[in-house]
């Protein structure tokens, strides 16, 4: 690392940092004090965090009922937990669609349900770094029932126009599951006008929360079958996992540091306001673009991003050489190679990475 320049970090699309003050001393906090789950004292400081965290993303995606945010690992624990539970409810001939745009959170769980003979699956080319609702309507069948896909490419930053699929997908009465991890702190969601089922996110990127924290949200429950059994804190006698949001979803012991931290990194965002947010990201993402843009030798995959994700390449420069000479030489932070996207390096550098 260059040791007489200062840290620049611009792998934010990994992991956000540096976090809130806040979130930080929330993390703090948490193990600092003797935490209980649900029932097992009446006064329990680790839900509190729990509905802190809940209370906190209700607010930001403008969900009407907080139970209706579900906690898991990070937006592939939920992304998993989604298409699984989805596929037991419609067992037999299912037709599902996702784009080249996703990532590996999306496209493999979904191959590998076609692995299995379980679903027959089409996976939707990209123009300009989108898939349009044009291009979904002419790819549903019959059988459609189903369709995955992300919010915004972690790789090109462009975003999905989910209003416009989601409305032609309900036109067709299929669901529709969207994957936030990249959208979701730096755009406006109100999940309740949207034509969209569920929306899984992650808690360590624009949320600004830590490692090991993610869910979805859901509008409709009962679409989607529980794949997770345990202990709840609650109807304890029964051998039955409980049916009541959001214990319906969520099994065992939460991750009561990691949510107290998520809960302090959307209390942020709210507080300063993610149109405020978005300006600055949009300010700095458009000067990275320009001054990027006068360099001869560099490739730009996307110079119109929706979301503050660059991708660009140095001809005739190995992708790993151009992290470890920005990290070694200039004390640049960057994410170089495939970023669990291989078919969109497919598409747009032929699988070399950048």
Not at 109 to 132: A, C, K
Request: aromatic residues 8%; charged residues 20%.
């Amino acid at each position: 690392m260059a040791e007489d320049r200062p840290l620049i970090y611009l792998n934010n699309a990994a992991t956000s940092w540096p976090k809130p003050p806040e979130v930080f001393a929330a993390v703090l906090e948490s193990l600092s004090l003797p935490v209980f789950g649900s029932g097992r004292t009446t006064v329990s400081q680790g839900e509190d965090y729990v509905t802190k965290a809940r209370d906190a993303l209700s607010g930001l995606f403008g969900v009407e009922t907080a139970e209706h945010v579900v906690f898991t690992q990070n937006a592939t624990d939920s992304l998993n937990v989604l298409i699984q539970g989805f596929l037991e409810r419609h067992a037999g001939d299912c037709h599902v669609l996702t784009t080249a745009l996703d990532h590996n959170s999306v496209l493999r769980p979904l191959h590998e349900y076609e692995r299995q003979g379980r679903i027959r699956l089409t996976v939707l080319p990209f123009e300009d770094g989108r898939v349009s609702p044009a291009a979904v309507t002419e790819a549903i069948t019959p059988m459609t029932r189903l369709m995955v896909t992300t919010h915004g490419s972690n790789v090109l930053g462009t975003a999905a126009d989910i209003r416009g699929i989601g409305e032609v997908l309900h036109d067709h009465g299929a669901y529709f599951v969207v994957d936030g991890a990249q959208a979701a702190g730096h755009v406006p969601i109100d999940f309740e006008s949207l034509p969209v089922d569920a929306y899984a996110f992650t808690g360590h990127k624009a949320l600004l929360g830590i490692a090991g924290t993610g869910g979805f949200v859901i509008k409709d429950p009962e679409a989607i079958a529980p794949v997770r059994f345990g202990g709840t804190g609650t109807d304890s006698f029964s051998l039955h996992h409980p049916a009541g949001m959001p214990e319906r979803f969520e099994a065992g012991t939460h991750n009561y540091p990691g949510l107290a931290g998520l809960a302090a990194g959307v209390s942020f965002i709210l507080s300063t306001g993610i149109e405020t947010i978005m300006e600055k990201a949009e300010r700095q993402t458009a000067y990275l673009v320009g001054e990027l843009a006068k360099e001869h030798n560099i490739r730009i995959y996307q110079d119109r991003p929706d979301l503050p994700i660059i991708a660009f390449n140095i001809r005739n420069l190995p992708n790993d050489d151009i992290g470890f000479i920005l990290a070694r030489r200039y004390g640049i932070i960057v994410r170089t190679g495939l970023h669990c996207a291989p078919l969109v390096h497919r598409a747009i550098d032929g699988g070399e990475g950048c």
